[in-house]
Each structure stands twice: as structure tokens, then as C-alpha cells.
Nanobody, 120 residues
Framework: QVQLVESGGGLVQAGDSLRLSCAAS??????MGWFRQAPGKEREFVAAISRNGGSTTYADSVKGRFTISRDNAKNTVYLQMNSLKPEDTAVYYC???????????????WGQGTQVTVSS
């Protein structure tokens, strides 16, 4: 089992940056993903990283603006978000699973989420 706790969300203006963190405890050797859910919308894939950090993948909507990384010594995954847009407003969730994919179904473990609000 693994427990995931996100932090770093907040209210920012368009063009600003934020860094989200996801601290893992328990069994931590998982691939990790970030997803987000805006009000009235489905939860969508944002980014994923392999167990050793050697492979990453991004949604087209965030490619070039967001960067996922991990520090296995600290059991923490990060999502650096630059050039934020109002459409990035959502609750951001981290997830752990055996594979770094875009599919929610491959992640059995989820955090509680952190709110990111981007004002125009």
C-alpha cells in the first residue's frame, strides 16, 4: 500500500508558476502520474513519470509548460507548472501505479487532491 499527499496548490494569476508536490509513504516504488479535474468535467491525464524517472509523458495541453520530476530519496514527485492559464484551474491529483500511462485505470492509488486556481 502507498499513501499519497499532494501540496502546493493555490490561487495565482495567468502567466504565473506553481510547483505541486506529492509525498508518498508506505510502499513507494511506483510509476507516478498527475491528473486534474475541473468542475463538471472528467478527471484528465496531465503527466506521468516512470519508476526511475527516466521516462515522462505529457498531455498535449500542458506539453512545454509543465514538467514532472521525482526524487526517490525523498519519496516525492513534483509537477512544475509554468505559464499557467485559466483553463488549468482544477483539482490536481497524484496517483501511483505499476506503469506510467495516461489511463486512470492503471493507477490504483490516489491522493486527495490540491486545488489550483488561475485567474485571468
Amino acid at each position: 500500500q502507498v499513501q499519497l499527499v499532494e501540496s502546493g496548490g493555490g490561487l495565482v494569476q495567468a502567466g504565473d508558476s506553481l510547483r505541486l508536490s506529492c509525498a508518498a509513504s508506505g510502499r513507494t516504488l511506483y510509476a507516478m502520474g498527475w491528473f486534474r479535474q475541473a468542475p463538471g468535467k472528467e478527471r484528465e491525464f496531465v503527466a506521468a513519470i516512470s519508476r526511475n524517472g527516466g521516462s515522462t509523458t505529457y498531455a498535449d495541453s500542458v506539453k512545454g509548460r509543465f514538467t514532472i520530476s521525482r526524487d526517490n530519496a525523498k519519496n516525492t514527485v513534483y509537477l512544475q507548472m509554468n505559464s499557467l492559464k485559466p483553463e488549468d484551474t482544477a483539482v490536481y491529483y497524484c496517483a501511483a501505479g505499476p506503469f506510467a500511462t495516461y489511463s486512470r485505470a492503471t493507477y490504483p492509488h490516489w491522493g486527495q487532491g490540491t486545488q489550483v486556481t488561475v485567474s485571468s
